[in-house]
Every structure is written in C-alpha cells, then in structure tokens.
C-alpha cells in the first residue's frame, strides 16, 4: 500500500511540534495543514483543534510529529513519539527531516483501539538483518510513504473545475477536490502564527505575516452606504416602471422592441445582483457578481471615453450635418435602382403593367421617406446631442440606442421587404397549391397533411389559369423580392454586428479572465506531478503544480447569462424561409434569457 502525505511547504523548515491537519476519508492519505510549535500544552493543543473544527466545519486532528533537529533538542524525537499516546489516533505520523538533506524520512505507528502499537514501518527504507527471501516479504508488505508538497496559499485560494465538462457536477468524493476543500476550508485555523502572542505557536501559509491591504478596507467600508444608495435608487426605478401607463397595448409593444429599453432592463437586473446585501453564497455566485462589476465598470469607462471623443472638437455637429447628405444619397440610389427594375434589369424581360406598378408604389414611399428625414433635419442635432448622454451609462446603451436610430431610418427599407415578401410568398403559396390541384391532392388543415381530392372540370380550368397568371407574374416579383430582401439583410447585418457586440460586453467574464491572466492558479482545471527529490534513505517527494484552466473553458464556464442575440433557427431553416418568402427575424427578440 501507499500512504500519501500531502505536506505544504511552508512547513519544510519549520520547528519541532505537531502536524495538524486531516485525514482524508475512503483514501489512504493525510493532509498536513500546519505544524505547531513546541513547547505546548496537551490540553491546549486539543482545546485549539476543537475550536478550529467548530469554526472551519472540518474534522481536524493531530497526524503525528513533526522534527527538526536542532542544536539541545537531541530528546525531541522520543518525547514527540511518546506524545501519540495523548493524542490517541489510529495512525501516527512520525516525520523527520535530517541536516544536510531535503527528503524526509516517515515512520508510520499503527495502533489498535486499546492504543498499543500493533505495527511499527520505517520508511527510511533501512534494510533489516534479514535473508534474501525474508527481506523481499518485508518489501513487499512494507507501506511505502510518499510525499507531495504543495503551495497552501494557491491551494486555499484556487477553485478545482470539471477536466472533462465544465457543466458536470463535480465528484465530492474525489481525492484530489477534499485535499483542495480541506485547506480551503481551515482559514480559521492559520490565524494563529508563531509571532502571536498565546500559549500556542504554529507555522503556515501565513506564519510569515498576514497580508493586509488599506484600500481592500476601505472599499469594504464603502460598499455598505453605497448598496443603501443604490438599492434606493433601484427601488425609485423600480416603481417607475411598474407605473400603469407602461402598460397600455402600444407603448408596451414599441418598448419592446426597443434595444435600449431591453439593455435598461438587463442593467437593472445587474445592479439588483449587486445592491443585494447578502454574501455570495458560493464561488460561482461570487463570481457572477466579480463579472457583472467589471463588465458594468468596464461598459461606463468605454461609454465615458465615447462622450469625451462626441462632445469636443463638435463631432456632434459634424455627425448632424453629415446625415442628411447621406440619407440623400441613399435615396438617391435607391431611385435609380426602382428605375433600372422598371426597365430591362440585366436583360431580363418583365412584366411591364406589374413592374410599372410596383416600381412608383416603392418610389412614393421614398419619397415619404426623404421628406420625412428633411422634416426631422432641424431637430437631428438636438438628438445626437441628448442622445450622446447615455453613454454615461454605459458603452452598451449608446450602441443599443444606434440600433435603434438603424432601425428608425431604414424602416422603408423594412416596408419594402415586408410588400415584397407578402407578395411572393402569396404566389408561391398559391402555385404550390395549384400544382396540388393537378395531381388530385389538397392541404387538410384539420389534419395538417396533404390528402387525395377529385376535382370537376370547372375547378381544373380555373386552376389552370390561375396556376398561368402566377407563374408568369412570379419572375417580377422575385426579383423586387430578392433586391429588398438583400438590402434588408444588409441593415440586419449592421444590427446584428451592435447586438453582439452589446452582448459581447454584457457576457463576456472579464474578471475570470483576469483572474487568469495575472493569478491563475485560482481557476484549476487539475493539477501535475513532477518528482521534487528522491534521495536515498528518504521517502519519494513530488511537488504538486496547479494545471491553470484554459481561457476558452473559462469563458463557457462564467459568461455572464444575458438576453442573446444569436440566430433562433438554423441556417438551413433560414435559407428555406427565404425561398418560399416567409418573413425572418434573424435575431432573437431579448424576452427570453440564455444562461
């Protein structure tokens, strides 16, 4: 058998006293915490682990003894050995390290519940006085001790993920996570340091002096009055928009549809998260709420530089002047498409009557639209100029709130494809319909299938000439249909690029990829074993490093739950909705949150 002693390495050179730590249950290994000092009291010493298992909830004990010869301590070794006596445990570690080496060697005491010693194992691996046969038995059945130090403070402060699937629940009864639970759990007990004063001295992590921080104080200071603060203006928000006239049928719909009521909304929910006066319960809502900070502060940094760059040198005024040439120029160009579509498009031979038609009903609407921009040309300055202060709130609302601004001045680009997709999809639906009459079928809808039909000859020639009319009509159609749907997908493509990137900033866990880059040892994916020393005379010491989690594990595992913007269908379903002409809405509405 194999008895592993994870040992810190604090403690490697640390005075002659006891090895406090626990053994772990269901594998045969032992966690050393801390050593502590002699001289002690017995009494104490229990006393102290009572109130250490009190307070940290971990079943602590006395693992055996630990020596470091000194000069006037040549009886520390016997007087230590004897103390297993007082501290009555199944297995008593005896571990000694010698001057001049840095393995060390481990005698290990079993004892039987009356507390006689049943078996002494010298792990000096000394060789006995025996035969050749005799000697190999005794190898053979002799327990073999190894060593496996570890960093307690990266431990203690590291959190052990899932190799496999982040999403997995982790195992509790893992080795390797109790090691990881039990230091980080035994805070209590390294409080207490050799330079305290009191009747015990121990030696850990911490045995060097505790690390302190002024501005950690003080912003824990500061964060109480400020949540208060906060919490009161989210309650003020809060019954602001519970008021009734939010609603009433249509300012509830056109709210929304309105990315910047949506990214409000979102924000609020982060800063509820925040303002909420009770502790993060566990290490992934403490890290929720680590993301949800640095994303806001990140998102109002960005934002505040945006209104430093809008509102000098009249960037604004510049913006104001520069839209209104460009919306004519766009209907500009969009009149000399409608007059190339009237006309022989590509040397295509269309429907004159119905291209006639449709070519001055899309021209009026430019028209509507053009006089509409020249309506609101006066005021445009005024909005850039109010609307350029929601940036303080963030760099995501001044991005939501362009979307929004895309969506209002193209929306006779949106009329377009809606009277273009209505049509061809009404004769597509109508073709394959007729083209069912022919072959003797119809569309149950009670069912939801296609059935077989006898058809008199009255409904055949019907069927024929309207199945003749929409054929010859379709080619005029799809193509106002196909040149509005890609100018459609064309602004689609422009709102899509702001959502994600709102959603980007949103999601993205800036602080466990901080974590990762300056500690990273404080999101482990496993850990590594290399061989520290293996001296003759001494048991095998491993040196245990933490295996750093990847950054694209670390961006699945804590990316922030948001409203996504990602396509709800497939592409396949996309491609089909715009053959038969179904009206698509490649970004999901934000109504629902992804986790």
């Not at 199944?90 to 481990?106: A, N, P, S, Y």
């Not at 609407?365 to 040309?377: D, R």
């Not at 319909?433 to 000859?457: A, E, P």
């Not at 010491?541 to 913007?565: D, G």
Request: proline share 4%; with cysteine; glycine share 6%.
């Amino acid at each position: 058998m194999v008895l592993k002693v994870f040992f810190p390495q604090c403690c490697n050179r640390a005075d002659s006293g006891l090895l406090v730590g626990r053994w772990i249950p269901g594998h045969d290994s032992a966690v050393v915490l801390a050593v502590i000092h002699y001289p002690f009291i017995p009494v104490q010493v229990k006393q102290y682990i009572q109130q250490m298992q009190a307070r940290s909830l971990v079943e602590l004990s006395v693992l055996g003894s630990w020596s470091l010869p000194k000069e006037g301590q040549e009886g520390m070794e016997s007087f230590l050995r004897d103390l297993s006596t007082i501290f009555p445990q199944r297995r008593w570690l005896q571990i000694k390290r010698e001057v001049g080496k840095m393995g060390f060697t481990c005698r290990v005491l079993d004892r039987d519940q009356y507390g006689e010693v049943q078996q002494e194992t010298d792990k000096k691996n000394e060789k006995l006085e025996l035969g050749d046969d005799e000697a190999g038995i005794d190898e053979e059945e002799e327990e073999k001790v190894i060593f496996v130090h570890y960093e307690q403070r990266k431990v203690m402060l590291s959190q052990l993920h899932p190799v496999q699937d982040p999403e997995a629940k982790p195992d509790p009864s893992s080795e390797l996570r109790q090691v990881f639970q039990t230091v980080a759990r035994s805070q209590p007990l390294f409080f207490l340091d050799k330079y305290d004063d009191g009747p015990l001295k121990s030696t850990h992590w911490q045995s060097e002096g505790r690390e302190a921080s002024i501005v950690v104080e003080l912003l824990k200071q500061a964060s109480v009055p400020l949540c208060l603060l906060l919490s009161w203006l989210l309650s003020i928000w809060t019954w602001i928009r519970n008021l009734r006239v939010f609603s009433i049928f249509p300012l509830r719909f056109l709210l929304s549809k309105l990315s910047t009521c949506d990214q409000l909304s979102y924000r609020t929910d982060h800063l509820e998260t925040l303002s909420s006066a009770q502790p993060a319960a566990g290490h992934q809502q403490f890290m929720r709420k680590a993301n949800i900070l640095m994303s806001l502060l990140v998102d109002v940094a960005l934002g505040l530089l945006l209104i430093s760059w809008l509102y000098r040198d009249d960037h604004i005024a510049m913006l104001a002047n520069a839209l209104l040439p460009a919306a004519d120029r766009v209907s500009k160009e969009l009149q000399e498409l409608l007059q190339w579509l009237m006309g022989a498009p590509a040397g295509l031979k269309m429907n004159r009557a119905l291209d006639q038609v449709l070519g001055r009903f899309f021209l009026y609407h430019i028209h509507l639209w053009i006089s509409y921009v020249h309506l609101l040309s006066p005021f445009i300055e005024r909005i850039l100029w109010y609307g350029g202060l929601s940036a303080c709130l963030g760099l995501t609302f001044a991005l939501s709130l362009l979307s929004d601004m895309i969506a209002l001045l193209t929306f006779h680009i949106y009329c377009f494809y809606v009277y273009g997709a209505r049509l061809y999809c009404l004769k597509v639906y109508g073709l394959s319909s007729l083209w069912r009459l022919f072959r003797g079928k119809k569309w149950n809808v009670l069912r939801q299938r296609v059935d077989s039909c006898s058809y008199d000859l009255d409904q055949l020639f019907i069927g024929m000439l309207l199945f003749t009319i929409l054929l010859f009509l379709l080619p005029t159609t799809a193509l106002y249909y196909l040149v509005f749907t890609l100018l459609r997908l064309l602004v689609v493509l422009l709102q899509g690029v702001l959502h994600l990137s709102v959603d980007f900033i949103n999601s993205f866990p800036l602080f466990a990829i901080g974590l990762r880059v300056c500690r990273s040892y404080r999101l482990a994916e496993g850990v590594k074993f290399r061989v520290l020393c293996e001296e003759p005379g001494t048991a095998l010491h491993l040196l245990m490093e933490i295996n750093p989690l990847t950054s694209s594990a670390i961006v699945q595992t804590y990316r922030i739950p948001t409203y996504s913007c990602y396509p709800r269908d497939s592409w396949a379903a996309l491609v089909k909705k715009l053959f038969v002409g179904e009206l698509i809405y490649p970004w999901r509405h934000k109504t629902t949150k992804t986790d």
